[in-house]
């Protein structure tokens, strides 16, 4: 399989051609619901297999082979806790939250065990400098996009409100449409002189994350030190992050805005 064909495959959605197909609702559709839980399986498995083959991430992965391949591209553990027991549901397994930091790109990557041996779930956070192209758009989770002069912010937050108010009252071919386009050019243009764009975001690590990460990387680069820290569940907001961060190196700390 390319790398074209395992990008379409990585987005079908099961759900939605199970009800194409019936013309009925899942929630309300036995039959719907069922054809929708075989072609997740059968999509599952296609893509483990392929996955597999290229050492990358698959869904119920074991956590041996996970830290083999994420270290071999360059992924160093720089932190682990135990998971209370309180917080553990469905297992008498230990279970452990990682942390591992790929330095050379700014990729930090943060997840957690199911039954002691199985990634249960997590993501790889990064800054990521994109190209004056905006194909990068197609292969980003979830973020947000900075502008990296802080002097151009107010100019971008007014030309958004203005080209919303043009748009919605003119047409697509009318000359005030066309003049509010080309103001947007402009200042894309003078934004990259000045120092370009950065998305600070995340992509899930459990299927296909080093495919992603390399998607993304051909319309741009990634950065460390960060310049835009990312919301980061258990290092902003999770219960003992203010714990997590004191453990962490002081250069990653600051490097990573912490």
């Known amino acids: 399989m390319d ?11 099961p759900l939605d051609i199970a009800e194409k197909t019936t013309g009925q609702s899942y929630k309300e559709d036995k039959e719907t619901s069922c054809l929708g839980l075989a072609l997740h399986i059968q999509k599952g498995k296609v893509l483990k297999k392929e996955l597999e083959s290229r050492n990358d991430s698959y869904h119920r992965m074991d956590l041996l082979e996970f830290v083999c391949i994420m270290t071999n591209v360059g992924f160093q553990q720089i932190y682990k806790e135990e998971i209370p027991k309180e917080q553990r549901q469905y297992t008498t397994e230990t279970d452990y939250l990682y942390i591992f930091l790929r330095k050379e790109k700014g990729q930090l990557l943060i997840f957690d065990t199911y039954t ?17 192209s905006r194909k990068f758009y197609s292969h980003i989770s979830s973020g947000s ?4 002069d802080k002097n151009l912010k107010n100019q ?9 108010k043009v748009f919605l009252n003119s047409s697509y071919d009318s000359n005030e449409y066309k003049k509010q386009r080309e103001k947007e050019n402009e200042l894309h243009n003078l934004i990259y002189k000045q120092g370009g764009y950065v998305w600070s975001g995340d992509h899930d690590c459990r299927e296909a994350i080093l495919f992603n990460l390399a998607q993304l990387e051909n ?5 460390y030190p960060w310049l835009e820290r990312p919301t980061m569940y258990h290092l902003s907001c999770g219960d003992g992050c203010e714990e997590r961060i004191k453990a962490l190196p002081e250069d990653v700390r600051k490097n990573l805005l912490l």
Do not use: Q, R
């Open 156 to 164: 971008s937050n007014k030309m958004i409100v203005d080209s919303h």
């Open 3 to 13: 790398d074209k064909n395992l990008l379409k495959t990585l987005k079908i959605d």
């Open 145 to 148: 996009l900075f502008i990296v």
């Open 219 to 223: 319309y741009g680069e990634f950065i």
């Open 116 to 132: 002691g041996n199985m990634i249960n779930g997590g993501n790889v956070y990064y800054n990521f400098k994109p190209c004056e």
